[in-house]
């Protein structure tokens, strides 16, 4: 009797445990499953909708997503209970996350509707169609002032949803899982960081754009064929000014033209220790640094001696890998008569864009070419009325994507005056600058001094390693260098024209401050080691010969205040540097391999 009465209790226990387990784990997971997978389809929708340019139709859209969302996430606190376990944790932070996330997104959706048809973003575009270019900026322009005004709570709603989604922790995953959630988190994380950062830049863009003052820009074209500190040789220059959002060029010329406007002093140490025959200090050598912030110091303790010299609000780096975008976003361009392309031109297996202008400054011609010092001005003018000509919903979505992305890749660098717009623009990294990082740190600058455009021919991969050993870090770093094409024809009396030559690399290491080098093997002239914006430099010095390969071996240690336990790895880009690839290894274990496009944290 008495054992019945225990096998009946047991039984009893079992029930009540399985009654509870359906109602209040099973039955909330299979309603979560099924209400979260109508939202995937609705956010595929969504998708699809934000491109017909309709916002009508995407705020509609929205807002029942947003209806849909908020009864999934009641059936999703009925899992809430289940946050003492980890899992049920990272799965109440997701859906809270979300929640913050579809708020911001009706923010701005909100904030941008009652002036939609000002700016091309509703369906027929009746008004903004009609006007001209410059008109279409200029109210582009007055109307983003009013529609900024709801940046504060919808960069508050991205910061709430970032302290959720950072709570999530992809190690407790499998490998497959695991690598899905990290690189959502990090995709998140990189965009709310660069919302947040960015708010004064974007809260200031009106003024930026000369709303209420005219603002001047200096814009620096680098030819990053010709490598420098920064990203290229100084080659051309441009002078906008903007007052609300109407443009004018000023002045556009070669960097030839400024630099005989001014005295030049002696060449420093370095130019006169690396460049060919070069004994004074031009402007358009003065991108030393590979600080951007301190190559303007250096820029301007010259330009300020200029009887050209203007007062500019800031300037605008770009390359050469902009304006072939900006081709391949509008297609071929006239300017002054002559066809600028994207297509790739057989003569030097580059974009056509690219030849051609070299074709009309460099190589030398019996007669005068008529606009050969202003063309990339003018040509950069006429893609920038290009953009503004075309329907929104044709070409800003690709336009400004691709814009984002060559600020991330440094091949555009902002520099402003106003200090806290520079802030701004240095916090998401899209100034230039070295960034102080607690932990190991690489970067590596090469300068391409009087050697052609090399830089267009010559293929670079890195290998970088790490070694714990005992109590010590070691690292070593490889670049390895090959120019797979034959030199160009350098007779200028003949009419050559001189690309590709012995590249004469000038390289430096950045690494942290108290480093320790082991061995630097490679380098032509003497190996020298200093301090240099708060880090440890090693430089050198090599050539790379046309069909020719160069290899640099670097080896030190770090510094003790870097402990395996902590340890990461932050990778600084040079600018104006593409398709330059790169193998990372942490104590033989591959952590990353593929081009070295943005910077980098890596972690062991």
Not at 395 to 407: E, H, K, P, R, S
Not at 501 to 514: D, F, H, I
């Amino acid at each position: 009797m008495k054992r019945k009465k225990i096998f009946f209790y047991f039984f009893i226990i079992f029930i009540l445990f399985f009654v509870l387990i359906y109602f209040f784990v099973l039955k909330p997971i299979k309603e979560v499953k099924a209400k979260g997978e109508k939202l995937l389809v609705l956010s595929k929708n969504l998708k699809t909708t934000f491109s017909k340019n309709d916002i009508d139709l995407l705020q509609k859209e929205i807002e029942d997503f947003d209806l849909k969302y908020q009864d999934f996430q009641k059936s999703a606190q009925k899992l809430f209970w289940l946050s003492f376990i980890p899992y049920g944790a990272d799965f109440k932070n997701a859906v809270l996350a979300g929640n913050y996330i579809i708020k911001a997104i009706k923010e701005s959706v909100e904030a941008v509707s009652p002036y939609a048809d000002l700016i091309g973003f509703k369906k027929g575009e009746t008004n903004f169609v009609n006007l001209s270019a410059e008109e279409r900026l200029h109210t582009a322009i007055l109307t983003l002032d009013k529609m900024l005004q709801k940046i504060d709570p919808i960069a508050n709603d991205i910061s709430l949803a970032k302290q959720h989604i950072d709570k999530i922790n992809p190690n407790r995953y499998p490998k497959k899982y695991k690598e899905q959630i990290s690189l959502i988190k990090n995709q998140f994380d990189g965009f709310s960081s660069l919302f947040i950062d960015a708010k004064p830049i974007i809260k200031n863009l009106p003024d930026i754009f000369g709303k209420d003052k005219e603002k001047t820009y200096f814009v620096l074209f680098q030819n990053d064929k010709e490598r420098r500190a920064t990203g290229g040789f100084l080659t051309f220059y441009a002078i906008f000014k903007v007052k609300d959002g109407k443009i004018r060029v000023v002045e556009s010329n070669d960097i030839y033209s400024l630099d005989e406007t001014i005295y030049h002093p002696k060449a420093p140490p370095e130019i006169l220790t690396y460049h060919k025959d070069v004994y004074k200090f031009f402007l358009r050598d003065s991108n030393l640094s590979p600080d951007v912030p301190t190559s303007v110091s250096l820029f301007e303790s010259l330009y300020k001696k200029s009887s050209k010299r203007i007062y500019y609000d800031g300037i605008i780096f770009i390359d050469s890998k902009v304006l072939v975008d900006l081709l391949e976003i509008f297609g071929d361009t006239q300017v002054s008569g002559v066809n600028f392309s994207a297509n790739i031109d057989r003569r030097c297996d580059c974009p056509q864009v690219i030849y051609t202008l070299f074709d009309m400054v460099d190589r030398p011609t019996p007669y005068i070419r008529e606009n050969r010092k202003g063309i990339l001005g003018d040509l950069m003018y006429a893609l920038l009325y290009k953009a503004l000509g075309f329907s929104p919903s044709k070409y800003w979505g690709i336009l400004a994507q691709t814009m984002f992305d060559n600020l991330k890749q440094k091949h555009i660098i902002l520099y402003f005056t106003d200090s806290s717009l520079q802030e701004a623009a240095e916090k998401v990294n899209f100034a230039g600058q070295i960034i102080d990082f607690s932990s190991d740190y690489l970067h590596i600058n090469g300068v391409n001094f009087a050697g052609a455009k090399s830089n267009m021919f010559v293929k670079e991969k890195i290998t970088s390693k790490t070694f714990f050993e005992g109590g010590k870090i070691k690292r070593e770093v490889v670049i390895e260098y090959r120019n797979p094409y034959p030199h160009s024809d350098c007779n200028l009396e003949r009419g050559g024209l001189c690309l590709n030559a012995p590249l004469r690399n000038w390289v430096r290491l950045y690494v942290p401050k108290g480093s320790k080098l082991i061995n630097f093997s490679g380098s032509e002239k003497e190996v020298k080691t200093y301090e240099d914006l708060g880090k440890t430099v090693f430089e050198g010095f090599l050539r790379v010969n046309p069909l020719g390969k160069a290899k640099v071996f670097v080896s030190y240690y770090l510094p003790d205040s870097i402990k395996k336990e902590n340890y990461r790895l932050l990778l600084q880009k040079q600018p104006g540097v593409q398709d330059q690839q790169i193998t990372v290894s942490i104590e033989n274990k591959k952590i990353y391999e593929g081009v070295f496009d943005t910077d980098k944290e890596l972690k062991f």
